[in-house]
């Protein structure tokens, strides 16, 4: 059974940097797409970035939210079970709790898209990120 656990969040200044990590039991993390997503305060929650499995047709492929591109990069560590989002440049509106979310693909699902991870995936607990200075 699918179980995922963030880690990593914590408090930063704005510009600085944080490693949010999302580490899989029970199952290879790399049969399932997965996607970040963050919800702040009296928001929506949205989806930040999301990456395929490594073995897709056209090989491991990734997306992201036009307010992070650029700033955040998503990546997998398949000896680790683990997918990390690395975020640099932080700004105080990227404060959110930080899930992430994992939904089991195949070979033809060449692209994440992380309405559908998040609509259909597994969750985590979630971890709090609060930029700030």
């Known amino acids: 059974q699918l179980r995922l656990v963030e880690s990593g969040g914590g408090l930063s200044q704005p510009g600085g940097s944080l490693r949010l990590s999302c580490k899989a039991s029970?199952?290879?993390?790399?049969?399932?797409?997965v996607g970040w997503f963050r919800q702040a305060p009296g928001k929506e929650r949205e989806g930040v970035s999301c990456?395929?499995?490594?073995?897709?047709?056209?090989?491991?492929?990734?997306d992201y939210a036009a307010s992070v591109k650029g700033r955040f990069t998503i990546s997998r560590d398949n000896a680790k079970n683990t997918v990390y989002l690395q975020m640099h440049s932080l700004k105080p509106e990227d404060t959110a709790v930080y899930y992430c979310a994992a939904l089991f693909s195949t070979p033809t699902q060449e692209q994440c898209v992380m309405s559908v991870i998040g609509e259909f995936g597994s969750w985590g607990q979630g971890t709090q990120v609060t930029v700030s200075s």
């Open positions: 990456i395929t499995i490594t073995h897709t047709f056209s090989g491991e492929n990734t």
């Open positions: 029970g199952v290879t993390l790399d049969d399932y797409a």
